[in-house]
């Protein structure tokens, strides 16, 4: 089984700091996704990467960063937490070539104070 | 711009029929997909049409039009299990991530 792993699952932090939420997944997968979730807004894309060290951004990039130095691993950086950054955080990863079918990992609950 | 469309909430009762539609509007098309995210877990896929017509998995299907940029999943058979969120989701272009829909909520009442 594909397994896509975040670090925290809950997250407290205050305004401006950095902030580091890292994904992990197992199954050698090339494509990798930071999305967040806020009730009534549905899954909004923040970045995407399609290989090592290689990004894109997504929908709503500002305010975030990432970084991808292993295959296995997608970090989202928060670089200065604002409290409108407040949500749930989802990784996903998915095989070169089906993009469609996305394995994501349980979320982690970040609340900015 | 790019827009899914999907009812937000949808309520039936056991052993019913329920279809989720989801119209989108998007400059590029390889797909629609659906998911299903129960309260508190991670969305796990459901399905995927990238050609007209009907595809079946088990109780759930999933339907597309590409000429009426529509799509739907179909529930059969409700159980209380299927109460959770669905949402459809686009690939716009080769390549890229999905554009996903704001989500259904599903409620199932015995």
């Known amino acids: 089984d594909v397994k896509v792993t975040q670090s925290s699952r809950y997250l407290v932090k205050r305004t401006g700091e950095k902030v580091f939420l890292e994904c992990v997944q197992d199954?050698?997968?090339?494509?990798m996704f930071w999305y967040r979730q806020d009730p009534g807004l549905g899954l909004r894309l923040i970045y995407f990467?399609?290989?090592?060290?290689?990004?894109e951004k997504g929908d709503i990039p500002e305010g975030y960063s990432v970084s991808r130095e292993k295959k296995e691993r997608f970090s989202l950086i928060l670089e200065s937490a604002s409290t409108n950054q407040t949500s749930m955080y989802l990784c996903a990863s998915t095989p070169q070539g089906t993009y469609n079918e996305q394995f994501f990992g349980p979320g982690t609950r970040l609340t900015v104070l | 711009g790019q827009s899914l469309e999907q009812p937000s909430e949808v309520t039936a009762v056991e052993g019913a029929i329920v279809q989720i539609n989801c119209t989108y509007q998007?400059?590029?098309?390889?797909?629609l997909s659906w998911y299903q995210q129960h309260d508190g877990g991670a969305p796990t896929f459901l399905s995927y049409n990238a050609l007209d017509g009907l595809e079946e998995t088990g109780r759930f299907s999933s339907f597309l039009s590409r000429s009426d940029s529509y799509g739907y999943l179909l529930l059969q058979e409700l159980q209380m299990k299927d109460s959770a969120s669905y949402f459809c989701a686009v690939r716009e272009q080769a390549g890229t991530a999905l554009i996903f829909g704001k989500g259904t909520t599903l409620s199932v009442s015995s």
């Open positions: 990467s399609y290989d090592v060290k290689m990004k």
């Open positions: 199954m050698d997968h090339e494509n």
């Open positions: 998007t400059s590029g098309f390889y797909g």
